[in-house]
């Protein structure tokens, strides 16, 4: 069946240091990613998304990466803040379809 | 312009009971979302609507559980006979397009 699902469900990384979650996909059909950020009893925050037909996308301090031919989605949020430390799930839509398939989640924890 | 909006934010309910979760959504958004969470999980879609009308409802279960969203007023998610096992945190989001924004979420317990 179709999924998405993360490497590593636990990230631990120092402050100042470059973090990097990652985000395996099934679906090849999918073809719209959104990174989201979620804090402990609160909704999930939109971080950065990425369409099929881009490898790359910038924006403050993150960077999504798309593979398209290994189906593997990256997020990498440099010089790491405690503020960073949270859940982050990958989700995917495809066309046709609005509802979001969410990944299971990683926690990255920022040491001071 | 306030976010999604979701209340009650916490509801206890017994077996048995009825649940109703309330969404509004961000002003100008037509469409709504529920997904539910269970700890340490990833979010899971249940349904999907616009006003008066229910688009994607592949992730809801086929029993006790309803949504709608009325021309007027928030949309609602409604659960009959709660069991334990609908203990979770259920999200509403919202979108106008396709970037969909989530509100608080209602953490919803099952005694």
């Known amino acids: 069946g179709e999924s998405v699902g993360l490497h590593l469900p636990t990230l631990s990384v120092q402050e100042g240091d470059n973090s990097i979650i990652n985000c395996a996909y099934s679906?090849?059909?999918?073809?719209?990613f959104i990174w989201y950020k979620q804090e402990s009893g609160k909704g999930p925050q939109f971080i950065i998304d990425i369409r099929s037909n881009m490898d790359k996308r910038q924006g403050q301090r993150v960077t999504v990466l798309l593979n398209k031919t290994v189906k593997h989605l990256s997020l990498q949020i440099a010089a790491t803040q405690p503020g960073d430390s949270a859940v982050y799930f990958c989700?995917?839509?495809?066309?046709?379809?609005?509802?979001?398939?969410f990944g299971s989640g990683t926690r990255l924890q920022v040491q001071p | 312009n306030a976010g999604v909006m979701q209340n009650p934010r916490h509801l206890v309910r017994r077996r048995g009971q009825e649940a109703r979760l309330r969404c509004s959504p961000m002003k100008g958004h037509s469409h709504v979302y529920w997904y539910r969470q269970l700890p340490e999980e990833g979010l899971k879609f249940m349904v999907y609507?616009?006003?008066?009308?229910?688009?994607?409802e592949s992730g809801m279960p086929k029993e006790r559980f309803s949504a709608e969203f009325p021309k007027e007023g928030p949309s609602i998610l409604r659960i009959q006979q709660v069991v334990r096992g609908d203990s979770a945190a259920y999200f509403c989001?919202?979108?106008?397009?396709?970037?969909?924004?989530f509100g608080p979420g209602t953490r919803l317990t099952v005694l």
């Open positions: 679906n090849s059909a999918s073809d719209y």
């Open positions: 609507l616009q006003k008066e009308n229910i688009i994607d």
């Open positions: 989700a995917e839509t495809r066309p046709g379809r609005r509802a979001l398939t």
């Open positions: 989001a919202s979108s106008p397009q396709e970037e969909q924004f």
